[in-house]
């Protein structure tokens, strides 16, 4: 009897440890689904835009990860630094941060944590923690702490809007707005 009864226990154990450990069908295919993860993962990248042969844009970053999908993205998660270039290839403008995703329909980028953008022609520095550049629209926008620094003065606001090229902004809740003078002194030799 003890017998038939420990076969039975073992029997029944042996069952419900081999049918408690399958997956859904449904958990499966939310772990498997084409947009969750990466189609393409890549280091030390270094992408080039040119055109008409000239070089535009140049992007480098440690790693890329390509998802697919509905709304194909990609994800630079150990962050990215993007120069742009003119016409005649002379570097305009510079963007850096610590981490970055691009939605390829939407054309929309955004940047995070210690985001630093340098406008070459008009000597500007941009630091915040998030920004995201609607390129449709032409617009960049930051709904987080900025700071602009120019040859004349630092700006300190709570937002910022403006246009692409930085040329029509505005900052929202200025909280400073710091004069900077030159008074060095040349050393005579």
């Known amino acids: 009897m003890i017998k038939i009864f420990l ?30 993860l990466p189609a393409v993962s890549a280091y030390n990248i270094e992408y080039e835009r040119t ?11 440690p790693k890329m990860e390509r998802f697919e999908g509905k709304d194909p ?9 993007i120069t742009f270039f003119d016409t005649a ?28 953008v340098k406008n070459y022609d008009t000597q500007e520095q941009l630091n915040t923690e998030s920004l ?15 700071k602009i620094t120019s040859p004349d003065k630092i700006i300190y606001g709570d937002s910022l809007r403006s246009n692409e090229s930085f040329t029509d902004r505005s900052i929202y809740h200025i909280r400073a ?8 002194v040349p050393v005579k030799k």
């Open 7 to 36: 076969k039975s226990m073992i029997t029944l154990i042996f069952m419900v440890m081999l049918f408690s450990c399958e997956n859904s069908i449904t958990t499966i295919q939310e772990i498997t689904r084409v947009d969750t």
């Open 51 to 61: 055109d008409s042969g000239y070089l535009r844009v140049l992007l480098r970053s």
């Open 73 to 81: 993205y990609s994800v630079f998660p150990e962050g990215f630094e």
């Open 89 to 116: 290839g002379t570097a305009v403008s510079f963007i850096r941060a610590n981490y970055g995703i691009s939605y390829d329909k939407r054309k929309i980028m955004q940047a995070r944590n210690d985001v630093l």
């Open 132 to 146: 995201e550049w609607d390129q449709r629209k032409k617009t960049i926008f930051s709904n987080t702490f900025v």
């Open 177 to 184: 707005e710091l004069d900077v003078v030159d008074d060095t």
